[in-house]
């Protein structure tokens, strides 16, 4: 019996029947068409509210961004129609940039101490577990624990600094997850290499393996970056809504997007242009944040290329 036959569905030594193997059968084709309608069916359910959302937002709050005063001026103005977000624009790059100067080194550091010296120990599964932990805990709570032990416990006050120590919680275990997974890509055979030459095993790290997972970890601290820029609940609680243009970040005072937003809420001014424009530009913050991480690892995987 030859392939041929086989294809077919007929042999030589028995009649030829109606059985088809070029084509799938019904009930098989039946099945696919069905599981392609559920995986359609699923994404559509997922883009559909990401499309809303960015339609409400920039169909309410394109009108405040238009105005050269939404990037220019605070909201002190006495009439709203003048109203503008710098200086939420200011607190909320200013708190990213507090909470991520804290959070790196201290994801990074962890980071390479599991992979490269406590990797299959111990004490590497509990710190992980540990991370695992840390990254399931709610904003609202970081943001409670922060001033528990600041306020109530140390006698601190509200500021950017507590708000900052609060998105350090959410923060770290992004990048140190993303950063472990980068480090573990890395061929042990680039280590063996270095170590054969003589070269010592912290400036393996820092010449091989950092350079090599490089795009990988800053795509993970841009997108840790974003996260917690968007978030709202420490803020919230760990610091008092301001209407002025605000540097010190040991201030009890300072405005950041989200507490515009907040702020409007409680007050029951939601629906304004204000508050809507407080949350397209924060949106565009967000996903510029994440072009740029797009951007960077793309150029630093092409240098690797090369």
Do not use: C
């Not at 059985?19 to 309608?37: K, Q």
């Not at 709203?80 to 507090?98: D, F, N, R, Y």
């Not at 140190?176 to 790290?205: N, Q, Y």
Request: hydrophobic share 50%; proline share 5%.
């Amino acid at each position: 019996m030859t392939a041929t036959d086989l294809i077919s569905g007929q042999t030589t030594d028995e009649p030829a029947s109606d059985l088809d193997l070029t084509r799938p059968s019904g009930s098989r084709t039946a099945r696919n068409g069905l599981a392609s309608v559920f995986m359609v069916t699923a994404t559509l359910l997922a883009v559909i509210p990401l499309v809303w959302v960015l339609w409400s937002a920039i169909s309410r709050g394109i009108g405040s961004l238009l105005r050269t005063a939404w990037w220019t001026d605070a909201m002190d103005a006495a009439d709203q129609a003048k109203w503008g977000a710098l200086h939420a624009i200011i607190g909320t790059v200013e708190i990213g940039l507090i909470t991520a100067v804290i959070s790196v080194p201290i994801a990074l550091l962890t980071a390479i101490y599991l992979v490269e010296y406590a990797r299959g120990r111990k004490i590497a599964r509990v710190i992980s577990f540990a991370v695992d932990v840390l990254s399931g805990v709610p904003s609202i709570v970081a943001a409670l624990f922060v001033f528990a032990l600041v306020i109530t416990t140390l006698g601190g006050r509200q500021s950017a600094w507590a708000a900052s120590a609060s998105l350090v919680i959410l923060m770290v275990p992004t990048v140190l997850r993303s950063t472990e997974e980068m480090l573990k890509l890395v061929p042990d055979s680039l280590r063996e290499a270095s170590f054969a030459l003589g070269v010592p095993k912290w400036r393996t790290i820092i010449s091989v393996v950092l350079p090599t997972s490089v795009s990988g970890i800053i795509t993970g601290i841009v997108l840790g970056l974003a996260r917690v820029m968007g978030e709202t609940a420490p803020l919230i609680v760990l610091l008092q809504f301001n209407q002025y243009i605000t540097l010190n970040p040991g201030s009890p005072t300072f405005a950041t997007l989200p507490t515009i937003i907040s702020n409007a809420y409680t007050q029951g001014s939601a629906d304004t242009p204000t508050v809507w424009g407080a949350a397209l530009t924060l949106i565009i913050l967000v996903m510029g944040l994440n072009l740029i991480a797009k951007a960077v690892s793309r150029r630093f995987i092409r240098r690797m290329g090369r």
